[in-house]
């Protein structure tokens, strides 16, 4: 590989230019990053209970069992609805029974009108007693449907997929209509929640980026599903409700109320400078610099390099906001700007991003 002619210029005594890696500064549009803290709850949570009253006769799922949607869980004991639930049967068959008896006499009755035989208002009056037992029939029909329902009701199902997180009664307890019997929570359908501060909220939109992180380190991908327009008077805060569409350790395992942190990423109607953070040097004295190459510098050939004082502002996405000390097209060194000594000889790289 042929040297630039500034290299072979050099003496045998001369160090080698250090080879540093630089960007261009660009101007970008900035974003501002604000962390917040919130809990991971579960999109589902409902404490089951019973409509009717019994006695529990059979558990089926116990604290920590995973069911599907419609597994059952309880019975209660179903004797004296399934007799109520036969006598309404009963009433039914009979009520049928009545119906069709009269409709037979009204038929036999309205052949007889014809030939003068009888009055007519006898026939109405059957008439309306054929309608008298349909509408029985049909309040006979209504009550069996009832006591049925009520039968099935006994048996309590679970309304959606989850984990059985507590259980409340055991077998041979009676039970009333509200009675708690287990908690169900959705631990396969998770959303994070947060309490952002109410002066954000206008920013915040439905593709707001998010970063959750929960305390192992596990980063999770989410997505805004709401923003509460309710402030809370003791934080000045309102919630914010992501759901989570995946993570990128999947051997952690998700746990309603688990605790999570998060970082904002809005979207900011200011453009300025920004750097990578590699490029900026923090001195105990309060000093900020970076390092810069003078005018001209070419990549892969020896130039000087002067160390700049900087103001800097937002930092978002490994970059940091370059206020004053920093204009457009300069190279900075990002890499190898540690040992740097002012007018030291180095050989630029562009920058791996």
Known sequence: MLLHPAVTAQTPDSPAPLRVEATIAQRQPLIEEVPVAGTIHPLQQALLSTEV??????????????????????????????????????????????????????RELQSLVSDQHIA????????????????ELQAAQVEAERQAALLRRHRIKAPFSGTISQRHVDVGEWVDPGTALFELVAADDLRADFQVPQRYFARIQTDTAIRVKLDDGTTLNTRVEHKVPVSRDSGRTFLLR?????????????????????????????????????????????????????????????????????????????????????EEGQQVIVRGNESLQPDQTVLLQRARH
């Open 53 to 106: 009253s019994g006695l529990v006769e059979t558990i089926r799922a116990d604290i920590g069992h995973r069911v599907k949607k419609g597994a059952l869980l309880l019975v209660l004991d179903p004797e004296l609805n399934s007799i109520s639930r036969d006598a309404a049967l009963a009433e039914v068959a009979q009520a049928r029974e009545a119906l069709a008896d009269s409709r037979r006499r009204y």
């Open 242 to 326: 992501t759901v989570i569409t995946g993570k990128s350790d999947q051997t952690t395992e998700l746990i309603p109320g688990m605790s999570a942190t998060a970082v904002l990423q809005l979207q900011n109607d200011r453009h300025g400078v920004a750097l990578p953070r590699d490029a900026v040097l923090r001195y105990p004295d309060g000093r900020v610099t970076v390092w810069i190459a003078e005018p001209d510098s070419r990549w892969g050939e020896p130039a000087k390099v002067v160390e700049q004082q900087v103001t800097t502002g937002l930092s978002f996405n490994g970059l940091i906001e370059i206020k004053t000390g920093v």
């Open 120 to 135: 007519e208002t006898e026939v109405e009056s059957l008439a309306s007693e054929v309608r008298i037992r349909d509408a």
